[in-house]
């Protein structure tokens, strides 16, 4: 948010206007989960168990959007060939 | 109010991953449930959209991604306050995909019959422009079990045709671990601290499904979202049913039951698995029906763990596994089995 709106700007009733997708929760993370392309079967039990929607089917592979995924490693840990694996932020 | 455009990440030629879900008038399309995991991520996109603030590794907006995969058609959300309330709205954001309210702590139930009711009058005097419109509604244990459960009584009771999904995640998580109703026995919270005095709290978990199962109403079930088969299957038979059903869904939570982020679907296996929290469904006619993991379990009793097993992983129990509590374990155990035996009794589909 760039600047604080009045209470004339925003909508009435307290609606909320804007979609938390612009909200990046991706700097949360100190793990980050790195798919196995070779090991993984698309199985999809990763896709749908992510609590935070970010893995995301392409129509071929698999992969993690590393905007939204906060780290916490149910994907690694209900992979049934364990394909994921936890490696950790080293920061930039 | 113009929302602003989503973030463009190429999917299936040209498709966002994520969608505000809109139905156009008069569609009269009902939604099939689908279990490919592959089809279902082509097809359909989540209610709940990324960016919400839930903690990491929470099991609450599994349950909810779970559920809006058995939504039938135009949908509106209700949500009393808690976790998923608090978090997948901080303002001006919402997470929601979907038509959604909150009022207050205590009414959601009450909001959803009243959205309920104009849907009726709307229809009635031909002002709603799809054929029907499903209410659902989202609670967490302490605006279900305690502060709610007036409005949720009074729901049941007037027959309103509302979803009601309990995410229970045994605590006032929301505002720092303080006990609810839902709150197993012997179980850690900021309330019921462990000490000389008290071993975690004294009382029962409340039998909220069996206490909606004795209003009556036409169909009432457990679920887990690791067996999200079966969550799946229960939420679209609650809103294709004709009145008000509830489902009670268990939810882990890493901050309040202590366990590790990554396994918070694994802790919910256990419940199942040790018969703690154990699947079942109910309904006038049928009666109450076993369903997935503790059918299997009821074939064959070898496969029921013992209840160390669910204890062993959340630091809200760590009290219970030292030597001088052995006693406080049986009485568990003793208390898992009496409900589960209770169950196998009341279950029509139980083997004799």
Redesign the interface.
Known sequence: MSSLKSWKEIPMGGVAYRLSTDVKTGDWRALKPVIDQNKCTKCMICWLFCPDMSIIWDGEKVYVNYDYCKGCGICANECPVKAISMVPELGE | ?V??T??E????KGEP??K?WIFEPGEKKELPLIFN??Q???QRR?A???????????????VV??ASFAFRGPTIVVTATGCLEVS????????WALPWIHNAFENAAATASGIEAAIKAMKKTGRLKYENVDVVVFAGDGGTYDIGFQALSGMAERGHDVLYILYDNEAYMNTGIQRSGGTPKYAWTTTSPVGRVIPGKSENKKPIADIMVAHRIPYVATAT?AH?MDLVKKVRKGIEVNGPAFIHALSSC?RGWRH???????VLRRAVDTCYFPLWEWSPETGYLLTDRSLVIARNPSLKQPIEKFLEVQGRFRHLLRPENKELVKQLQEYVDATWNDLLKRASNAPR
């Open positions: 109010m929302v602003k989503l973030p990440i190429q999917v299936k991953p994520y505000i995991l592959r279902l991520a082509e989540p709940l959209l990324p960016g919400h603030r839930m903690c990491a590794g929470c099991a609450a907006p599994i991604k779970l997948t709205t901080i303002y001006p954001y919402t997470s979202p999200w890493d590790e982020e990554s396994i918070s679907v694994e």
